[in-house]
């Protein structure tokens, strides 16, 4: 069972899932609208490294004031979904990274390559927790007046954030890095072209289906744009 989760075939399933739930959050993306002066588009970056804790509060009261109150809604939703659509992407994310650095310990010669990859692994349980609390953070924020956070509470949260970002990157890039050294150097059979294979062709669908998809959202919004007469 162990040599089954710790294997090419089940990173490859929890590779797909982990791009699949990354576009359904780039659905909800398309209405991230706020009101802080101006109306304008916002990203999830923004709210998971915000300057100061003042611009957060500003960009989730925005969400309540935008003009129409239908796109205020819609608004609100999408964050609401995606923060939770979040809970289904972690696992992915992080498990991914898991067995790419397992698969890359398993390939070791030395036991501290084995040890340290076993760590970097092992490691993603920490910015998978870290992801837990931000989302709960943010979700206790969706009111129309949330509370300002005291600058302790805000730097811990970036703290946290870099945590949870340099502990999953890094592992990634080494991981990914000690994998294209190695089959660069012959390590790997030649049928493990076939996962290679089947891990490009989910990028290059991800990229399709995304491009196709927000392409032609991206053109009924300036059509509408367009159909909506100017107030005067």
Same mark, same amino acid.
């Given at each position: 069972? %162990? &040599?089954f989760?710790?294997?090419?075939?089940?990173?490859?399933? %929890?590779?797909?899932?982990?791009l699949?739930f990354?576009?359904?959050?780039?659905?909800q993306? $398309?209405n991230?609208?706020?009101?802080?002066? *101006?109306? @304008?588009?916002?990203?999830?970056?923004?709210l998971e490294?915000?300057?100061?804790?003042?611009?957060?509060?500003?960009l !989730?009261r925005? +969400?309540? $004031?935008?003009?129409e109150? $239908?796109?205020?809604?819609?608004?609100?939703?999408?964050?609401?979904?995606?923060?939770?659509?979040?809970? +289904?992407?972690?696992? /992915?994310?992080?498990?991914?990274?898991? +067995?790419?650095?397992?698969?890359?310990?398993? @390939?070791?010669?030395?036991?501290?390559?084995?040890? !340290?990859?076993?760590? +970097?692994?092992?490691?993603q349980?920490?910015?998978?927790?870290?992801?837990?609390?931000?989302?709960?953070?943010?979700?206790?924020?969706?009111?129309?007046h949330?509370?300002v956070?005291?600058? *302790? *509470?805000?730097?811990?949260?970036l703290?946290?954030e /870099? #945590?949870?970002?340099? &502990?999953?990157?890094?592992?990634?890039?080494?991981?990914v890095?000690?994998?294209?050294?190695?089959?660069l150097?012959?390590?790997?059979? #030649?049928h493990?072209?076939?996962?290679?294979?089947?891990?490009?062709?989910?990028? &290059?669908?991800?990229?399709?289906?995304?491009?196709?998809?927000?392409?032609?959202k991206?053109? $009924?919004?300036?059509?509408?744009?367009?159909? %909506?007469?100017? !107030?005067?």
């Amino acid at each position: 069972m %162990t &040599i089954f989760i710790i294997s090419w075939a089940f990173f490859c399933v %929890t590779f797909g899932l982990m791009l699949f739930f990354s576009f359904i959050m780039g659905i909800q993306n $398309r209405n991230f609208y706020t009101k802080d002066g *101006v109306e @304008k588009k916002f990203s999830i970056m923004e709210l998971e490294l915000p300057a100061s804790p003042k611009e957060l509060v500003n960009l !989730i009261r925005g +969400l309540y $004031r935008l003009p129409e109150r $239908r796109e205020s809604i819609k608004a609100i939703s999408a964050l609401r979904r995606q923060l939770y659509i979040d809970f +289904l992407f972690m696992p /992915c994310a992080y498990g991914s990274i898991f +067995l790419l650095c397992m698969l890359v310990s398993a @390939k070791m010669q030395s036991s501290v390559g084995i040890n !340290i990859f076993s760590i +970097l692994a092992w490691a993603q349980i920490i910015p998978w927790l870290c992801d837990i609390i931000e989302n709960i953070y943010l979700l206790r924020k969706m009111k129309p007046h949330p509370p300002v956070s005291a600058a *302790v *509470v805000h730097k811990a949260y970036l703290l946290m954030e /870099c #945590v949870k970002w340099g &502990i999953s990157l890094g592992a990634a890039i080494c991981a990914v890095a000690a994998i294209c050294y190695f089959w660069l150097a012959g390590h790997y059979d #030649v049928h493990s072209l076939n996962y290679l294979a089947i891990i490009a062709g989910e990028i &290059i669908l991800f990229v399709l289906f995304g491009n196709f998809f927000f392409k032609k959202k991206k053109l $009924r919004d300036v059509i509408v744009k367009l159909e %909506t007469p100017a !107030i005067k």
